[in-house]
């Protein structure tokens, strides 16, 4: 495309750049020339029409996939795959927000008051996502204390729930035991925080048979994790399906040999993802039943050894991106009709 010679030529160009790199290379020039002969005398901005036509064109063209069911499949799963990535990128930027866990002496006055008596055991401390690591059955760091429930008087659910609400615990509503939880159990929030109390029983076989209480502080879901969730996945999946569209095309521009080995990679890619998919969408899905340890999207990526299968997916990936951007030879085939490839 030749350098523009008009305030209105070099407007339309700009809005342009809406459509793919190889769009503007082939029809670029012609799309100018065609709006320019329709322009009014003296006219030095597009009309608004001529903007909203020519930006939703750029999109649809960005969107638009080839002719088939193996290109639609690809971009499906690509967006469901880099969706999951996104809702877990943006649900991780929102536990960033929350204040944090307590430290030990603010946590054995809040087990403390769950008991009823001082709590001056010690105290067990998982490491957290945030953190690292990724503990069983929560989404965050944890402090938690146990004592025998014969030590702690009226360890009923109706009496420990009294002692929270009369410190300023917000009993949250009945749910279902814990994992772990051989009795009832209750949970309670406060200042970011989440309190779980459980009975659990000693297995018959000791001696004696007891039950003890497990009290656990965990942090509280930050009033940004949904939005993040939700906003990271929308980004993701409309990344991932860009992506596809443009590389499926990048490829199709390539000779037998490129083409065989993008066909590998990409089958490779998405095996290797498929795993980690699947926990951040299970992660997902708890998020929504009440009052159950939250196992976060992030997790898949992030357990060991499923990063395992996360890095090498993010290789493969980037091999692919490498082989799209070969320029082609003389010989490589080509693709028919637009490019949406930016």
């Known amino acids: 495309m030749e350098e523009p010679t008009n305030e209105l030529e070099r407007r339309y160009r700009r809005l342009l750049r809406w459509y793919p790199r190889a769009f503007r290379k082939d029809v670029g020039a012609e799309l100018v020339t065609t709006l320019l002969d329709a322009a009014e005398p003296g006219q030095r901005r597009p009309s608004r029409r001529a903007v909203a036509d020519l930006v939703k064109g750029g999109l649809r063209q960005r969107f638009r996939l080839p002719i088939g069911i193996a290109p639609r ?71 938690v204390g146990n004592a025998e429930s014969r030590d702690v008087p009226g360890s009923t659910t109706d009496v420990v729930a009294r002692r929270l609400t009369a410190a300023g615990w917000k009993i949250r509503p009945a749910a279902d035991p814990p994992l772990g939880s051989a009795g009832p159990a209750l949970s309670a929030s406060r200042d970011g925080l989440v309190i779980w109390v459980r009975w659990m029983d000693i297995p018959a076989s000791a001696e004696p048979p007891r039950t003890f209480l497990s009290i656990e502080i965990v942090q509280d879901e930050p009033a940004l994790a949904p939005a993040g969730l939700t906003a990271g996945w929308l980004i993701g999946a409309l990344g991932g399906w860009l992506f596809a569209a443009a590389t499926i095309y990048r490829i199709r521009r390539q000779g037998l040999v490129v083409q065989v080995l993008a066909a590998l990679l990409t089958t490779g890619a998405l095996a290797l993802f498929l795993l980690p998919t699947l926990v951040a969408y299970l992660g997902l899905w708890s998020l929504g039943q009440p009052e159950r340890y939250l196992q976060p999207p992030w997790a898949g990526y992030v357990l060991s050894p499923l990063h395992w299968l996360t890095l090498l997916g993010l290789a493969a990936t980037t091999t692919l991106i490498a082989l799209s951007l070969i320029r082609p030879g003389k010989a490589a085939a080509t693709a028919p009709g637009p490019q949406p490839a930016g």
């Open 73 to 143: 499949v690809v971009a499906v799963l690509a967006a469901l795959v880099v969706g999951a990535m996104g809702a877990a990128a943006g649900g991780w930027s929102a536990w960033l927000t929350s204040p944090g866990l307590p430290g030990d002496a603010e946590a054995k006055q809040i087990i403390g008051t769950a008991m009823g008596v001082p709590y001056d055991h010690g105290l067990n401390r998982s490491v957290g996502l945030l953190g690292g690591l990724v503990p069983p059955e929560s989404s965050s760091p944890a402090y």
